[in-house]
């Protein structure tokens, strides 16, 4: 079965440095998607990144970027020059494409990690 | 501006009591969604719907009805049926429901409490 494991329930980093938010997931799949989500304490979940399993080089944008080992079936994030807005709880998420069966089109959550971010 | 929209933000229910959450989108998305997130825990999928008058169960549909009769809007009805409703609940919406790369976006978010 499909499964998405957080290993770090909280995190402090200072402001200014780089943190790395631990993802790994359990799929036989060969097609998937992996989306990280920040949700602030308003609740609100806000899409920060999406790397294909079939693409061949890791995603960025911005501050956030994806170190995607396939192999290893992680999908950590990165997030560089921390930021007092940083602090959040952070999901990763897993999609797969609707022809599979069970949960067609739907994203696995995983437990989240809590970042707190140090002045 | 596009996007999502969820109301109330905070919503009482009583015992026996139906309660429905709002969910509208103006971002012309075929699919939309509904959460349900418990403290510690990331999101299960209720109810999906890919487009006007279909939708489908997910793994928690239990005590829960939904209905799309407008492609702008996918109302959540918690029933008397569902015997621990209080949670935060999301919904969300994406352009289509086919392929891996749909990204999904998620409006604010209702807070539901059993009085």
């Known amino acids: 079965a499909q499964k998405i494991t957080q290993t770090q329930p909280g995190m402090f980093v200072q402001e200014k440095e780089a943190v790395t938010l631990d993802c790994t997931y359990d799929t036989s799949d060969q097609s998937y998607g992996l989306f990280w989500y920040k949700q602030p304490s308003s609740g609100e979940m806000i899409f920060l990144i999406y790397q294909g399993s079939y693409d061949e080089q890791n995603a960025t944008e911005g501050r956030y970027s994806l170190n995607f080992q396939k192999a290893r079936k992680s999908a950590n994030l990165v997030i560089s020059a921390s930021q007092l807005g940083d602090s959040a709880m952070y999901f990763c998420a897993m999609r797969f494409p609707t022809f599979y069966g069970g949960s067609q089109g739907n994203l696995i959550f995983g437990k989240g990690t809590k970042l707190s971010v140090k002045p | 501006d596009g996007g999502i929209t969820q109301s109330p933000k905070y919503l009482f229910r009583k015992e026996g009591q139906n309660v429905t959450l709002s969910c509208e989108q103006n971002?012309?998305?075929?699919?939309m969604y509904w959460y349900r997130q418990d403290p510690g825990q990331g999101l299960r999928l209720i109810y999906y719907s890919q487009i006007v008058n279909d939708f489908q169960k997910g793994d928690i549909a239990e005590g829960y009805s939904v209905s799309r009769e407008k492609k702008e809007s996918f109302p959540l009805t918690v029933t008397s049926a569902q015997k621990n409703p209080t949670a935060f609940y999301l919904c969300?919406?994406?352009?289509?429901?086919?392929?891996?790369?749909?990204?999904?976006?998620f409006g604010p978010g209702t807070r539901l409490l059993v009085l």
């Open positions: 971002l012309n998305h075929d699919a």
């Open positions: 969300a919406s994406s352009m289509g429901l086919a392929g891996i790369q749909e990204t999904q976006y």
